[in-house]
């Protein structure tokens, strides 16, 4: 089994910056693409950024240029590194990997931690 554990969350003042890290740990898998989501009450969960196994990077259009996302794959870690936060961002982010292991592949999830950003 590969879990996925989060760390970084908090609260911030508007403006300020917050980086999110995610671990992967298990035992014989790899991964392919890494991903941040973050969720509201009462609306879906949305894709905030990608980065894929060649480090090719994509970002949602609210946050682009005002975070970055990174990935150590030795440590099969992802970050994200989040300035210029306003309240608007405010929400419980979600680190998510395709993992690839005994010749399948698994959807993980890391528990999500809470980003509050105060006007």
């Known amino acids: 089994q590969v879990q996925l554990v989060e760390s970084g969350g908090g609260l911030v003042q508007a403006g300020g910056s917050l980086r999110l890290s995610c671990a992967a740990s298990?035992?014989?898998?790899?991964?392919?693409?890494m991903y941040w989501y973050r969720q509201t009450p009462g609306k879906q969960r949305e894709l905030v950024a990608a980065i894929s196994s060649d480090g090719t990077t994509n970002y949602a259009d609210f946050v682009r240029g005002r975070f970055t996302i990174s990935r150590d794959n030795a440590k099969n870690t992802v970050s994200l590194q989040m300035n210029s936060l306003s309240p608007g961002d405010t929400a419980v982010y979600y680190c998510?990997?395709?993992?690839?292991?005994?010749?399948?592949?698994?959807?993980?999830w890391g528990q999500g931690t809470l980003v509050t950003v105060s006007s």
């Open positions: 998510n990997m395709w993992v690839l292991r005994n010749g399948g592949a698994l959807d993980a």
């Open positions: 298990g035992s014989s898998f790899s991964v392919n693409g």
